[in-house]
C-alpha cells in the first residue's frame, strides 16, 4: 500500500493498522488511555466533543495529495478526510477494522457476468466544497486519470488499467483523448451508476474500488499534476491552504452533510499537517500534546522506544501489533548477477536475518520471516525453503556459499537501494552489505527520500539498469486484506511499469501471472487462499524476494487526542477519519 507506511528510526513498532471512521461516545467499547494495545481492542478516549485543531507531522513530504496519485497507505487513510472512494473499511480495532462497507456508493457492487461487470450507485446528494454535485461520470474520469495516465500521474497501482476490458493500448488517457468519449469499459448510464466491465472475473472487486482512486474528480477542475495542491473535496474536510513540503491545512467543508454519509464526522475545526518534522520532534510533541497524531503511522524512534519500554507508564500508552506488512530485500531478476537463480538463492542464506532484525529494533520491531505473505493475511502458510543456522550469534554460511560457487559470479560489486529519510532502512541496509561482503559481493548503497523513491528510483527499470541495482529495501503492506491484495502489484509481471513501479524484482514469471489471475477470478474464499500460499511458495523457489521481518510498529498515543483506533485495514496506523480533541 506500496501501501507500506514508512519505516521509523531504530524504532519500535507496531503495524496494527488504522480506520475509526464512526467512532461514536460509546464508553462501552472504548479502552483505556493508560493501556498496552488499547487501541487494537477498542476506542482509546472516544468523545464526540467538537471543535479545537487536530495536528499531524510527516519527517517528510508525501508524494501527492492526489487521491489518484498515491500508493503509500498514510496518504490513502488521510485522503479520506477530503476524497469519498466507493468503498473503504468499517471502524473497528484490530482485524475487525477489515470489514469492507459503501462510502460513495450507495451498496456494495452487483456483480454480473460471472463477475465480470460490476455496478455501483452513487449515494445522491454528495456534493463537492463547491457546491456542485458528485455525478458517475466525475468516478469514470477519476479512474481513467489515474489509471490511463502514467506519464502525468505515476505513484498509484495500475489494476484498472490491467483489468479493465477495453484497454488493450488504444486508449492513452483523459488528457491525449481528442474524442473525449473516454474508456467504453466504464459505462455511466446516468447520474448516479457506473458500471465496470472487464477482461475476466474478479472476486475481490469490491476491495478494489475501495483505493482512492475511485473518489471522484470533475474534468473540468482537474489540473493534472497540480491537482494535488488543490483537491477538491467530497470529504468532511476541505483544503484550506497548502504550502508545498511545509504544511497543508483542511477545515471543515460546508457542502458535507452526515445524511449523505454514515462514517464521518466533523470534530475539529482545523487539521494541519506539519511536514519535514524530524522524527525525534515528532515523539516529542506526541508526548506533549502538541501533535496528535504521527501521520506516517511508523512508529517512534530508537531513542524513544528505549524510553517507553523502560517505563512502564509510558508503555501502557502504545500500541504495537502486526500490520500485513513485510520488509523485505527485493532481488532485481534483470540485473547481474542476480539474473541467475543461484546467485539469488545464494542471497536468500547470506544475509544475516537477525542482524537486520536488530539492525530495525529488535523483536518488537518485527518477527524474522521466510514467506513473502505475512501471518495475518488469509493464505499464509508457516514453511522456510532457506533455513538459516547459527553458530552462537554467527551465521553459517555453508549453503549461501555452495549456491555463489554455483552461479559463478566471483567477486562481484552491485547497489543497493534505501530511503534516506528512514535511518533504520538505511540501517539494515547496511547490515545487509556487511553479510553479503562475506560470500565475495561488495554492495554500495544509494539513498533517496521517500516522496522521490519508486517515482524517480527504486521503481524505474531504466534506472536500476544503468546504475546497477542489484538489490532494494522495501517495506510492503496489502492494498487490501486479501492474499491478491497483497501479491498482485509486488509479483505480477503485468504490474510492471516504467515509473512508479512496486514490482521491484521486475518479476515476470508465466507461472505466477497465471496462477494469480486464476486466482482472482474464483469466487470460492478457501480456493483463492489456498492459490495465494501456492503463489507464496513459487515465489521463494524464484528466490526473488528476501523476506527480513513481519514488521510492527510501537506507536504512542497522544493524550489529548480522542478517537484513536488501530486496526489491521491500513498497514499500523491509527485511523484518521474522527480524530478529535480532548477536552
Sequence with gaps: MRRSVPVAAVAAITSAGLLLAGCSGDKGSSGGSGEANAATKGVVNASDAKGGTVTYALSDAPESFDPGNTYYAFIYNFSRLYARPLTTFKPGPGPKGNELVPDLAESMGKPSDGGKTWTYKIRKGVKYDDGTEVTSQDVKYAVERSNFARDILSLGPNYFQQFLKDNDGGYKGPYKDKSKAGLKSIETPDAQTVVFHLKKPFAEFDYLVSAPQTAPVPQAKDKGADYTKSVLSTGSYKFESYAEGKKLTLVRNPQWSAKTDPLRKQLPDKIVLNLKVAQSTIDKDLKSGNTLVDLAGRGVDGQTQAQLLTDPKEKANTDNTLGQRLVYTALNTKVKPFDNIECRKAVQYAIDKKAVQTSLG?????????????????????????????????????????????????????????????????????????????????????????????SDYAGVPKFNKKNNVGLIMMQWGSDFPTGYGYLQQILNGKAISQSGNTNLSELDDPEINKLLDSAIANTDKAAREKAYAEIDKKTMEQAAIVPLTYFKVLMYRSPKATNLVSTSAFSGQYDYLNIGVKK
Design 362 to 454: 529488535g523483536p518488537i520491531r518485527g518477527e524474522l520471516a521466510s514467506t513473502v505473505l505475512p501471518t495475518d493475511i488469509d493464505g499464509y502458510q508457516k514453511y522456510d525453503l532457506y533455513p538459516q543456522k547459527y553458530d552462537g550469534d554467527k551465521l553459517d554460511l555453508t549453503e549461501a556459499k555452495k549456491h555463489w560457487d554455483k552461479c559463478g559470479a566471483g567477486k562481484t560489486t552491485t547497489t543497493i537501494l534505501a530511503r534516506n529519510d528512514r535511518q533504520d532502512e538505511v540501517d539494515a541496509a547496511t547490515t545487509v552489505i556487511d553479510s553479503l561482503k562475506k560470500i565475495g559481493v561488495t554492495a554500495k548503497i544509494q539513498s533517496y527520500p521517500t516522496s522521490k523513491y519508486f
